[in-house]
């Protein structure tokens, strides 16, 4: 077997396995929430899942940086390689997560008393935050599928989960 097969194969079971620990602790999240907020758990519910369906929204933008850095990319106007993709990624991820800020800001002026009541001023802040933070998460996760940066992969989406 090649290397590079091998490689893959153990970037595969470390994602996976990172992935499994990640969805675990996200359900143990929602369980102590439930135990512990009882009567109030309705407004964590409807907050964590608008929190990650707006996430969600991002999936692309975590592929398409996973996509930009896993090959050298030509740059035509002057015919040699990027060497700035890295920095690129952060300054449009900046760009993302401030539009996404406002947007989701901007809608929650609908949506935040209908799914959280009399609370939602009190969690658009971390609303905006969680949503931006993730936004860094994608770009940094996409450049270390990108690099096949495994080790690290695994550490940020099982550090992420800890995070939460």
């Given at each position: 077997m090649m290397s590079s097969q091998r490689n893959a194969i153990r970037g595969g079971?470390?994602?996976?396995?990172?992935?499994?620990?990640?969805?675990l602790g996200g359900y143990g999240i929602t369980i102590l929430a439930a135990r512990s907020l009882q009567s109030e758990y309705v407004y964590f519910a409807a907050f964590w899942a608008f929190l990650y369906l707006a996430v969600g929204t991002f999936s692309g933008f975590q592929q398409e940086i996973s996509?930009?850095?896993?090959?050298?990319?030509?740059?035509?106007a002057i015919g040699k390689l990027s060497s700035d993709t890295p920095a690129n990624t952060w300054l449009l991820a900046s760009g993302?997560?401030?539009?996404?800020?406002?947007?989701?800001?901007?809608?929650a002026l609908v949506f935040g008393p209908l799914?959280?009541?009399?609370l939602s001023g009190l969690l658009l802040f971390p609303?905006?935050?969680?949503?931006?933070?993730?936004v860094f998460v994608g770009a940094l996760t996409g450049i270390l599928y990108g690099t096949t940066s495994w080790w690290l992969l695994t550490l940020v989406i099982i550090g992420d989960v800890a995070f939460r």
């Open positions: 079971v470390l994602i996976a396995t990172a992935t499994l620990i990640a969805g996509r930009g850095t896993s090959t050298p990319r030509q740059d035509s993302v997560a401030v539009l996404a800020a406002g947007i989701v800001s901007l809608s799914a959280f009541g009399e609303l905006v935050i969680g949503l931006s933070a993730n």
